[in-house]
């Protein structure tokens, strides 16, 4: 999707608060900041052509066998990345979700058919080659059921499921299915360091895989997709920051706050995630709420009726800080 997307402040000259973008509230670790303003230097150089380096130090990290791990321009070349591989197969995607995996397979000629994720416990998967699930989900933070989707991952071998779990960093409890890659040569998980780390503008992911499905996936690319700088952020932010569990339950406590704030006031119906962000549906247009809001008032919503089932009043909102979403609950009273 090259418009539409969420973070498209580079429309708006003046937003003062942005809650269109799925990062992590705290923003960018002030380390990480000044460990990238001290290698500078590592631009004047070639980084390794595949990202090499960081590959291996998240095998370790993970205990994967050695080819187990690929690092992508974001998760989003990884959704391209694994279209491409299975140009012309029949997939599944479960929305609303992420639209690039409809874009990636559209790209690739794949044959699609859609299902609304409600209908994800009573799924059956025959003639279908792939199968496309974000957990928790974008936009609207639903969580499948992980001993659901285990099984269904070992009870058909024959299917590809592409779990795209960028926003798992965002939860609480446990939802990856890192622990089922051993066993699983059909399961392939794509995650973002961009969103855990606020990092968006390096656009740097990695997806694991069985270690066929990586020498596929490597055959298709061109060296030095990854840039020397993020390759950097990639190996500070794995090596030396850890995802503080006390921070993102404050940011959680702030989420369900702001959710029940905004659900009160009038002509606004909040569909509550367990998750950093949520949809909202309002009394009309989101795209003329999103354009006022960010014209008049210097906030950025998402609007989120491009995704495939959501009507044109659903947009969708990442909490900030309580100052931030108090003046957001203060606005849509304005509007509502």
Known sequence: MIRGHGDDIYDFPDIRINFSSNVIPSGIDPSLKDHLCSCMKCIERYPDPLGESLACQI???????????????????????????FQGKQSLIFYPSFSEYEDACLKSNHRMEFRHYTTFKDAGYSGIDLVWICNPNNPDGHIYENEKLRKDIEDNPNVVFVVDEAYSDFLIMDISLETCLPECRN?????????????????LGYLLADTLIIDGLQNQVMPWRINALALEAGRFCLAQLNLDVTNISKHLQESRR???????????????????????????SAAILKEQLAQKSGILIRDASNFRGLSENCFRVSVQSPKENNQLIEVLKEWS
């Open 59 to 85: 095998e370790n990290q993970k205990h994967l066998p050695a080819g187990s791990v690929m690092i992508t321009n974001g998760a989003v070349e990884a959704f391209y990345l694994i279209a491409e591989m």
């Open 187 to 203: 399961l392939v998980i794509v995650k973002s360091l961009t969103k855990s780390f606020a990092i968006p503008g390096l656009r």
């Open 258 to 284: 702001l959710q029940n704030e905004i659900n009160e006031v009038d002509g606004y119906n909040v569909i509550f995630s367990p998750t950093t962000f949520f949809l909202v549906e309002g009394a009309f």
